[in-house]
């Protein structure tokens, strides 16, 4: 299982995102290595189809697809109203990432 975790420096909810994610995959018996990449600059947003931060991908896959698709250096609104995705879409993200049991 492959983590990203795609944020702006300086972005409020990235460690929240992190401890929540962590917490996640405990829950799950889950330990992959996370791998943090900073978003530093528009063509860096480009590249990397940025959401906004922070922006967890799980094997590619966004754990909660922005429908706009608009690459941008800003934070990001998930869902839940919050800057962070719920514990719940974390799960499921993860669930869809381990297949059938």
């Given at each position: 299982?492959?983590?990203?975790?795609?944020?702006?420096?300086?972005?409020?909810?990235?460690?929240?995102?992190?401890?929540?994610?962590?917490?996640?995959?405990?829950?799950?018996?889950?330990?992959?290595?996370?791998?943090?990449?900073?978003?530093?600059?528009?063509?860096?947003?480009?590249?990397?189809?940025?959401?906004g931060s922070p922006t967890i991908r799980i094997?590619?896959?966004?754990?909660?697809?922005?429908?706009?698709?608009?690459?941008?250096?800003?934070?990001?609104?998930?869902?839940?109203?919050?800057g962070l995705p719920s514990e719940e879409v974390?799960?499921?993200?993860?669930?869809?990432?381990?297949?059938?049991?």
């Amino acid at each position: 299982m492959r983590i990203e975790v795609l944020f702006v420096p300086r972005c409020p909810n990235y460690a929240p995102a992190l401890v929540r994610l962590r917490e996640a995959l405990a829950a799950e018996s889950l330990a992959p290595e996370i791998e943090e990449v900073p978003i530093n600059s528009l063509e860096d947003a480009v590249a990397w189809a940025f959401p906004g931060s922070p922006t967890i991908r799980i094997d590619g896959n966004d754990v909660e697809p922005d429908e706009s698709n608009a690459p941008r250096l800003a934070c990001r609104l998930y869902a839940n109203r919050t800057g962070l995705p719920s514990e719940e879409v974390l799960r499921r993200a993860l669930a869809r990432a381990k297949g059938p049991e």
